[in-house]
C-alpha cells in the first residue's frame, strides 16, 4: 500500500516539478473537429430537462456527437424494443453534424454498465470480475447489439459505431471489465451487419502521478494495442482534474500537463504505428469532485474552470489532436439555467465557432 506521506510527496514534486513548453505541432491547415458526448442520463441526474438540453447542445452545431443507446431503457422487457428517445435524439441532431453512437453494455455516464433490470436478476458475476464470462450476458449483449445496429444502420447522419466505452477498464458499481476477445467479437458482428462505418473503442487515460508506483506505459501500451488490433479509431479519455481518496483525506487536484501529456502523446504514436486514427473521445469539461455522482453546488467548483478547459483543449490541438469530443455540456447547461451562471456555456461556444463542419460525411481524422 502507498502511505499518504509518500503520496503527498509525489504529488509535490510533480505539481513543482519546471515545466518545459512543447512546440506547436499542429500543422495549421488541418480542421479542428469539436463535438461532444450527449447524455439524457446526465441530464436527469441534473434535474434539467434533457429535451431542453439536447436542443440547446445542437444549437452549437457540433461536428461530432456521442449518443449512447442506453440498454436498460430501450430494452426494459426480453426483446422488446423502445427506440423512442434514441430515434428523437437522431432525428434532431442537426445537418452537418455527424454522429458517434456507442452501442453494447457499457454506455456513457455513471453506473456504466446499463444492464436491464431483468438481464441482472439472471447473470452471476461478482464484484472485480470479467463480466462478459457470464453466458447468458454473453448471448443477450450479441442480440442487443444486432438490433440497435439493425434499427439504426439506415441513418445517414450516424458516421461511427463505439462498441463499449472504456471495455477493458475496471468501472461501475461492481467494478467489471469485458474480455478482449468478447469485445473483439461485438466488433464482429458490427461488421458484419453494417460493414461501411467505422468502429470507435476507447480507453482511460490515468492523468495522476500515482501511475508512477507502477509501469503505467506498459499497462497502458498493452490496453491501446490490444484495442488497435480490434477497432478502426482509438479513443482516449482524458480527465487532468481528478480526485484522490484515501482511509485519511479527499483532494481534487489538477494534474498538471507534464503529467499526462507524456503519457498521451506516447498512446497517439502508437495508434499511428498500428495505422489507426486516434481521437480525444473524452475532454474533461466538467468538474470531477470526490464522492459526488454529479455536481449540482451553486458555487461554481475551484479545482476547474472553462479557461482550463479551454487551454487544455488548445494544448491537445497544439499536440496534433485533431478530433476531440468536450465532456460536460449538460453541466454547462445546467449552470446557465440555474444559476444564471454561462461562463462554461461561453467559453466552449468559442471551439464551436472555430470548427469546420463535417459536412461531406469524410473522415474526420487521418
Known sequence: MVSTALLLTVVLAELLRPYAPRPNSHDGTSPMNVGFTFSERQAGYLDVSWRQAFQAAMDLSPNLVRLGA??????????????????WML??????????????MKAPRWPEF??????QAEIQARGGSVVSDDATLRQATLRYIARVVQHEKGRDNIKYW????????????????????????????????????????????????????????RKSQAEAQTLLRIGDVLGLDLYPVRPIV????????????WIWEPRVLALRRQAQRAGRQ??????????????????????????????????????LQADGFHTILLWGVEYWYMRSERFEDGAWWSHMLAFFHTSGADQSGERLDA
Open 70 to 87: 442506453y440498454w436498460d431503457t430501450i430494452e426494459t422487457q426480453p426483446g422488446i424494443y423502445d427506440f423512442s428517445t434514441l430515434d
Open 91 to 104: 432525428d434532431n441532431v442537426p445537418d452537418g453534424s455527424s454522429v458517434l453512437l456507442t452501442v453494447g
Open 114 to 119: 446499463y444492464l436491464p433490470a431483468w438481464l
Open 162 to 217: 463505439q462498441v463499449e466505452n472504456e471495455p477493458l477498464d475496471p468501472s461501475g458499481a461492481h467494478h467489471w471489465t469485458i474480455d478482449p476477445g468478447f469485445l473483439a467479437q461485438e466488433v464482429g458482428l458490427v461488421r458484419s451487419i453494417d460493414p461501411s462505418r467505422q468502429i470507435v473503442v476507447s480507453m482511460f487515460v490515468d492523468t495522476s502521478p500515482l501511475e508512477y508506483f507502477w509501469p503505467w506505459s
Open 246 to 257: 484515501t482511509t485519511h483525506f479527499q483532494l481534487s487536484l489538477s494534474w498538471p500537463l
Open 278 to 315: 486516434v481521437w480525444i473521445s473524452e475532454a474533461q469539461a466538467e468538474p470531477w469532485l470526490p464522492g459526488l455522482l454529479v455536481d449540482k453546488n451553486s458555487a461554481p467548483p475551484t479545482n476547474t474552470s472553462p479557461s482550463l478547459t479551454a487551454s487544455t483543449v488548445d494544448r
